[in-house]
């Protein structure tokens, strides 16, 4: 099974990707409106775009852009989840003792959230039954998710297509 896109390495997701550049309206003076510094990133195989225009370089506002798409990335695509142990390295590497170590802010976030969402799918979106299966406390799951408010809006989304209660992050 291939990976998740929002798990592969930046460099390797860029090869499926379409990078365009623009200009950006807004405050930012004459440097922004001469210099093409918006950021427009569209992934290929799942035509998922994600763009990024409030800095004034288009270094820093690609990285936003790369961000924003892992992150969109980690919402929208769902992968199946196999039987038995199907946690990855990187989620064996940060969860120690049921918790769950990683920042929002941190480039493996996304790869993080990409597999709880998957394993939360496989599993009727139970948090119970899904932090069993990842070997972290629930708590610690809806954690992971209320650090992006967009994924426990898509779980209650979801939770409530199954006419189970919402919860509360």
Known sequence: MPPHPA???IEELLKHC??????????GGQHRNKVATHITITHKPTNTTA???ERRSAAENQA???????????LT???PVPTGDARS???KSRVQKNKIACSSKHTDYPSMLAEALDMLDACT???SKAALRLQCSSTQLLKLLAAHPPAFVLLNQNRSKQN???LKP
């Open 51 to 53: 763009q990024a225009g």
């Open 125 to 127: 979106h139970d948090p």
């Open 89 to 91: 390295e990187l989620w």
């Open 7 to 9: 798990s592969i390495p």
């Open 77 to 79: 695509i769902r992968h």
């Open 164 to 166: 189970l209660h919402p």
């Open 18 to 27: 379409t990078i365009a550049k623009g200009r950006s309206q807004g405050p």
């Open 64 to 74: 936003v852009a790369i961000s924003r798409l892992r992150h969109t990335l980690a």
